[in-house]
């Protein structure tokens, strides 16, 4: 199914790099797994309805809809649906028919499902394209059913000095130890948040944060430090997402992630 509203699109030059290269990497690669295994510590069983707000081409949520849960993915860009829906087609008729495609911005998220309310609302690397991120998170935290999850994934404010420090650029590292804006690795300016305020953001509209973790550590060093990680040794990808996943885990390793993930759930209503 796929429902229109109209808009600009600002991503249609991205889609490609974003959905055929930035995930066919190794670092691709971790956050997906990272985030999936995170996420299944504490969703319901499937078939529970998940929405995806800026679910792209459908990376985090795919994988959602192929272990049996309903999905809605709603994204602003057009470019990027046709990823989704390219990306959708291949999968077996069965996952095909519990994804649900939607045209909209996330502010306007609860108009765009018509007031469904789902078990879990994702949001991963969105927030930080936001100005502020109240409106998002006020729409994210509307659209979770009572007891549902809100999962939100975003820029690490506490480490904004790790990127451009590693590409050795020091006087942008020097001035990012309190800096909350940075271009980010797709060209396009970007926000980070801290977990502490997130978390109250979270908490003044009935979702009580559980627990965060980190995304990317070592990938992220080695990456913006020149190292080429190969996509293809499936033995050394797996060990690498095996020991990413650890560190996601444990301070101080995930203190020091450029992005978090932070997992909430919505009180009684």
Request: charged share 20%; glycine share 8%.
């Amino acid at each position: 199914m796929y429902v229109a509203v109209v808009g600009d699109d600002t991503w249609a030059s991205l889609a490609d790099h974003f959905a055929d290269e930035a995930y066919a990497s190794v670092k691709g690669y971790v956050r997906t797994y990272v985030m999936h295994q995170q996420l299944l510590e504490h969703l319901p069983a499937p078939p529970a309805p998940v929405l995806d707000v800026g679910g792209g081409a459908g990376h985090q949520s795919f994988p959602l809809a192929q272990a049996g849960y309903d999905v809605t993915l709603l994204d602003s860009s057009p470019a990027m649906l046709d990823k989704a829906r390219q990306r959708l087609q291949r999968l077996p008729p069965e996952v095909q028919r519990r994804v649900t495609l939607v045209h909209a911005d996330g502010e306007n998220a609860d108009e765009a499902v018509n007031g469904q309310r789902f078990a879990a609302v994702l949001c991963h690397g969105v927030l930080g394209y936001h100005e502020q991120p109240e409106p998002l998170v006020n729409q994210l935290c509307r659209c979770a059913a009572a007891g549902g999850l809100v999962s939100i994934m975003t820029g690490n404010a506490k480490a904004m000095a790790v990127r451009p420090a590693l590409e050795r650029r020091w006087d942008d590292a020097l001035a990012s130890f309190d800096a909350r804006t940075e271009i980010g690795v797709l060209g396009v300016p970007g926000r980070a948040d801290t977990v502490e305020e997130l978390s109250e953001l979270m908490r003044s509209r009935g979702v009580q944060p559980l627990c965060w973790y980190g995304v990317w550590l070592f990938v992220d060093w080695l990456e913006f430090s020149g190292a080429e990680l190969d996509p293809t040794d499936s033995k050394q990808v797996a060990a690498t997402a095996a020991v990413e996943l650890e560190a996601s885990r444990r301070d101080p390793y995930r203190q020091l992630s450029r992005v978090f993930h932070l997992v909430g759930r919505k009180g009684p209503s």
